[in-house]
């Protein structure tokens, strides 16, 4: 244990960062696993599963001190490297212990840049298995590689590599400055993208040694990590490191990110507000500064700060989304655009008849009531949820991911798939969530993620809150094929499911929920979503709480 503190306390300490990566005393005999990175020697541990797992590996330096706001620097050692345990999360607002996503409480650290590999227990340099890689979300300033529900010890036993990995988050991940342009050659921001173009990169060096192919890389993101699986799409510098793209919820090859001039007037802001009187000053900073002045609205935060995202920086992102899709400059590769049932909020949802429902669409459309009205009638209070529902998904994550497939199809030749994941969780009776109503939640934001993950046990971690069914492990173990599948042939269809690709003379997608069946997209519905999208209704707070990530 004493050996285990100390570790754990150099991490976290900045001026101790480099020696992160230094030996520490090698585990049990029995538990060893090594390989040889381009980084040096690797040794990992033996799960009881027979899963081989490597924890908190380096694949950049600690960008830390001079290193703090510059694209991630490789990282080499020497001798052993024990990769056996979790290393903290990029620096972040903490989770309260009553939320739903709430499994354990992690360290934070600047020091961050660590990824974790997991191979099945027959896997050899060999073997050539596809390789699921994921990215988590949080909105851009929270999330870890470390989460339970994150983790990829069933991906393995069914078949994959598995990896994920830290990126920074926040101002510390993605502020521009004036000062930064000057001495990066005209170009900052993005540090968190590039933290993920450097691991992918790592990942295609050394993924054999593992057990995996190069050639067979999906990499999946949910949320913000979706999110940052499309700006990995479009970047010039990751192009050739993945064979496929997976987002849940969702999909947006649309979306805009900030010209450098404005992203560095943002910086400035920073500035002025650590009073600092220049980019070393900044540098100087304590993290925990930083992270108070961001903006701030999950894990039960309201906090009106600064906020930084994406950059045009003519680097990682040279141009808008649209003009680099008109030149071709995107990654042709097979994507998976998908969404869940009962994420997506507007007014209608809170109809409670017929007369309620079509005075709320007259508050939403206006003028347009009548057209909306013919298109999705109700004739019955029992009716009036589904089809709001139903609306309120067209205009949100189907049509996002509609229009994904739409631009997929007409610049490149890859095949687009689309997915809705309409699966509620079984809630044990009666259990008490801070973030949810538990009889009303339905397939919420991120509910997906431990059935393509298989990560049920990660709920019930310190209570029961999910009583999982052979129904929902039927399905976990469909989703995971799915994914492994497309890694393998760049299709997701399995002997089980067949995944129609979407196309403008065919377009359907699947639902996976009780049932697994096809769907189709009523086109005209989607027109006049894309012609009249309604606002988004806030989500209500659940116990004085916001929703989590």
């Not at 691991?199 to 050394?206: F, K, M």
């Not at 010039?236 to 090859?253: D, I, K, Q």
């Not at 097979?334 to 709320?360: G, M």
């Not at 801070?434 to 298989?454: C, F, I, N, R, W």
Request: glycine content about 8%; overall charge neutral; hydrophobic content about 45%.
């Amino acid at each position: 244990m004493r050996a285990f503190r100390a570790r754990l306390f150099l991490s976290l300490t900045a001026t101790a960062a480099l020696a992160a990566c230094q030996p520490s005393p090698p585990p049990p005999p029995a538990s060893r696993t090594v390989v040889r990175v381009d980084s040096g020697p690797l040794d990992g541990r033996v799960l009881a599963s027979g899963v081989r797992a490597w924890f908190g590996v380096p694949f950049a330096k600690p960008p830390v001190q001079d290193r703090r706001w510059r694209e991630p620097e490789p990282v080499t050692w020497t001798e052993t490297y024990h990769a056996d345990r979790r290393m903290p999360a990029c620096i972040q607002v903490l989770r309260p212990h009553d939320i739903n996503h709430y499994f354990g409480e992690e360290a934070t650290s600047e020091d961050c840049l660590y990824l974790n590999v997991w191979a099945p227990a027959d896997a050899t340099p060999a073997s050539r298995r596809p390789v699921i890689v994921f990215l988590y979300g949080g909105g851009g300033t929270v999330g870890s590689a470390g989460m339970a529900n994150y983790g990829g010890e069933e991906v393995a036993r069914r078949g994959a590599v598995f990896v994920n990995f830290n990126y920074r988050l926040g101002i510390l991940g993605f502020m521009a400055h004036p000062a930064l342009s000057a001495e990066q050659g005209g170009h900052s921001g993005n540090y968190g993208y590039l933290d993920q173009t450097a691991a992918l990169g790592w990942i295609q060096r050394n993924i054999a040694a593992f057990g995996g192919d190069p050639a067979q890389v999906v990499v999946v993101g949910q949320s913000a990590g979706a999110g940052s699986v499309v700006q990995q799409i479009f970047s010039p510098r990751a192009r050739g490191l993945f064979r496929g793209a997976v987002m849940f919820s969702g999909c947006n090859f649309t979306g805009a990110n900030t010209p450098l001039a404005e992203a560095e007037r943002v910086g400035l802001d920073v500035q002025a507000a650590l009073e600092a009187d220049g980019l070393a000053a900044m540098r100087h900073a304590p993290a925990d500064r930083i992270l108070a002045l961001q903006d701030e609205f999950q894990l039960g935060r309201r906090v009106s700060g600064i906020r930084t995202g994406g950059v045009i920086d003519g680097y990682f992102m040279p141009d808008t989304k649209a003009a680099i899709l008109a030149a071709g400059g995107a990654a042709d590769v097979p994507i998976i655009a998908s969404f869940t049932h009962d994420e997506a909020n507007i007014a209608l949802k809170a109809a409670t008849s017929p007369a309620d429902y079509a005075a709320r669409a007259r508050e939403l459309f206006g003028a347009a009531t009548a057209e909306f009205l013919a298109l999705y009638p109700v004739s019955n209070d029992a009716a009036v949820r589904t089809v709001a529902q139903e609306a309120a998904n067209d205009a949100n994550g189907l049509l996002n991911a509609r229009t994904c497939a739409e631009l997929q199809a007409r610049h490149h030749t890859s095949p687009a798939f689309i997915t809705d994941f309409a699966r509620r969780h079984p809630y044990v009776p009666g259990v008490r969530i801070a973030d949810q109503d538990t009889a009303t939640v339905g397939a919420y934001h991120t509910s997906e993620v431990p059935y393509y993950l298989g990560t049920f046990d990660a709920y019930n971690m310190f209570r029961p809150t999910r009583a999982w069914t052979n129904a929902d492990r039927e399905l976990s173990e469909t989703l995971t094929a799915s994914l492994i599948a497309f890694a393998a042939t760049g299709n997701p269809s399995t002997p089980a499911v067949t995944w129609p690709a979407w196309s403008a003379t065919d377009e359907r997608y699947v639902r996976f929920g009780d049932r697994i069946a096809a769907a189709a997209i009523v086109p005209a519905r989607l027109a006049f979503m894309a012609q009249h999208r309604p606002a988004p209704a806030p989500r209500p707070r659940v116990s004085g709480r916001f929703p989590r990530d």
